[in-house]
T-cell receptor
Framework: GQQLNQSPQSMFIQEGEDVSMNCTSS?????WLWYKQDPGEGPVLLIA?????ELTSNGRLTAQFGITRKDSFLNISASIPSDVGIYFC?????????????FGKGTSLLVTP | DAGVIQSPRHEVTEMGQEVTLRCKPI?????LFWYRQTMMRGLELLIY????????DSGMPEDRFSAKMPNASFSTLKIQPSEPRDSAVYFC???????????FGAGSRLTVL
């Protein structure tokens, strides 16, 4: 599948700080998804994006589908300790095709009180 | 809804032994995916099924790996013989065909000594 480059690889921040991470693709995607994985668990969907330029929020989380359709961003505002985990971007090159998602390698987030 | 159910959650085995991982997808979901997660390679798609039929198994590492889906509510991933480099967390995920939001199980952590 297409390669997704996710950055940064890890972040170590203080509680209350804002967080930004992004994901880029070498080709155009029609869908971008952001997942969070807690330790010892499977990834859980945070936000789904289906249209270029789309900006979607879920509580303190905001994600954007890049205009070029080759990138996406996730922002977390006012981080709290329970935000700790690994955040994955995932993309699908063709809408409703049944093809599986391609995942980035994840951004590991640590939040200190 | 019990979600995607995987078993066992943890398995420790010796090199050369056969390993069978099991998955029960969410009722009504007719696409099922097996992923492998390692620190080095992140989440890798191994194989996926639509309506119990394998669609793409190009991610299966080698002939030692096999997957079956005998019915809509059960799938297995088998490794025979297992090797230490197979140590990883194996995730099963499901979705409705054509949808792209995967629901993951909690994973099966495999350690091959």
């Amino acid at each position: 599948g297409q390669q997704l480059n996710q950055s940064p690889q890890s972040m170590f921040i203080q509680e209350g700080e804002d967080v930004s991470m992004n994901c880029t693709s070498s080709s155009i995607f029609n869908t971008w998804l952001w997942y969070k994985q807690d330790p010892g668990e499977g990834p859980v969907l945070l936000i789904a994006l289906y249209k270029a330029g789309e900006l979607t929020s879920n509580g303190r989380l905001t994600a954007q589908f890049g205009i070029t359709r080759k990138d996406s961003f996730l922002n977390i505002s006012a981080s709290i300790p329970s935000d700790v985990g690994i955040y994955f971007c995932a993309g699908q090159p063709t809408q409703n095709s049944g093809y599986a998602l391609n995942f980035g390698k994840g951004t590991s987030l640590l939040v200190t009180p | 809804d019990a979600g995607v159910i995987q078993s066992p959650r943890h398995e420790v085995t010796e090199m050369g032994q056969e390993v069978t991982l099991r998955c029960k997808p969410i009722s009504g979901h007719n696409s099922l995916f097996w992923y492998r997660q390692t620190m080095m390679r992140g989440l890798e798609l191994l194989i996926y099924f639509n309506n119990n039929v394998p669609i793409d198994d190009s991610g299966m590492p080698e002939d030692r790996f096999s997957a079956k889906m005998p019915n809509a509510s059960f799938s297995t991933l088998k490794i025979q013989p297992s090797e230490p480099r197979d140590s990883a967390v194996y995730f099963c995920a499901s979705t409705r065909r054509g949808a792209n939001v995967l629901t993951f199980g909690a994973g099966s952590r495999l350690t091959v000594l």
